[in-house]
């Protein structure tokens, strides 16, 4: 009764009432998950496929395009990693459906997911290499007598293969319809961060980058050019509005690592050569500083994590240990400290790592922390290579 007085005495309590019901708002969704029984441990599948259920309701949650578990392989250290980063985000959950299919325990639950903490939990997953590209075009279109929008054009395919090439995991946003053209002109113009921050959400990226290709017909093919020469060609200028955008992974915020307006013409018998042939001009330049702004990111984000090796006794198996290190993806440099000491320079989040290695035969994950990875090198196959007994 005291706190209706109050709000009433200064005047925000119908303010209060009225957003309560909808600030923090349930979403629950139907999600299924599985787990492969070993030892006969029914229980331990049981208790994995529940987990997995529920990463896939938060999943649905947020509408992400990109699953964590295509991202991560190993989901018993992706299950501790939740534990850690959703902070409730699956506030409660009822076991609806559970049936084993040759030795798989298969799971169906109804999840009640708080929205916000789901999309931090599948934020704290994505990945500074994962870089989302969307740049829609304006281009001409002589045989229907009207433009169109292509949301794959040179430009974005040029980019999205050079960025390939150099090991990054591209997602292409324009087969998904997780945006369009207009949403993207408007992000690009006016900076709106709702937009970019749902792309990052949806496709466990940090870094994008969005642009719009407009047209502009410079010179019509039969124009008085002056001194009485006719313009032999259609000579067509294509314009470029873009921005690169990054997630700070200290702050969470937004910031803005590059943007500009770019042109190049071409010139070819018909308006849609020309375009095209500007549109390669403009790649070819464009294409190498934002290569360079990407890899400045992953540069700026590279941390040091300490590395303690359980198992290694002789010169030797030290040296083994530092090379798996260095053949280790985005791995840029090791340190060796003493024997089974060393430091990793590594630009992702900790849990990539530490998945990369329990992957690796003679490895075993014993516990990591975002700057630690405590491990055991045995020599031989790691529990996660080794084969179900029905299998060997």
Known sequence: MRKTLVCLAVGLCVLVF???????????????GEAIVIGNDLPSARLEAIARAKWAAIERTVGTEVKAQSFVQ???LVDDAIKTQTGGAVRRFKVLRQETRDDVVVVKINACVEPTRARDAL?????????????PARVPNTRENEDAFEETNILSETLIGRLTEQGYSVVDVAPTGAADAAAIEKASKGGSSVLLRSLMYRFLSNLIIIGKLDYNISVKKGEDIGYGIVMPFQNVTVRLTYRMVARNNKTGKMEILTAGVEQA?????????AAARAMEDMAEVLTPKLLDKVAEYIQ???????????????????????DLLQTLVWVTNVEEKGMGQFVVSYPENTLYLANSLNQKEGVDVVNFS???LTLKYTGEPSRSDRRPPDEE
């Open 123 to 135: 934020s704290a997953l994505a990945l500074n290499s994962a870089v989302a590209v969307f740049i």
């Open 18 to 32: 009225l957003a309560a019901p909808g600030f923090g708002q349930e979403k629950c969704v139907d999600a299924e």
């Open 300 to 322: 700026g984000n590279v941390k040091k994590v300490r590395i303690e090796v359980q198992g290694v006794k002789t010169l030797d198996a030290n040296m083994e240990v530092q």
């Open 370 to 372: 975002p700057y630690s």
């Open 265 to 273: 013409r071409g010139l070819a018998n018909s308006v849609e050569d």
């Open 74 to 76: 190993n989901f018993t």
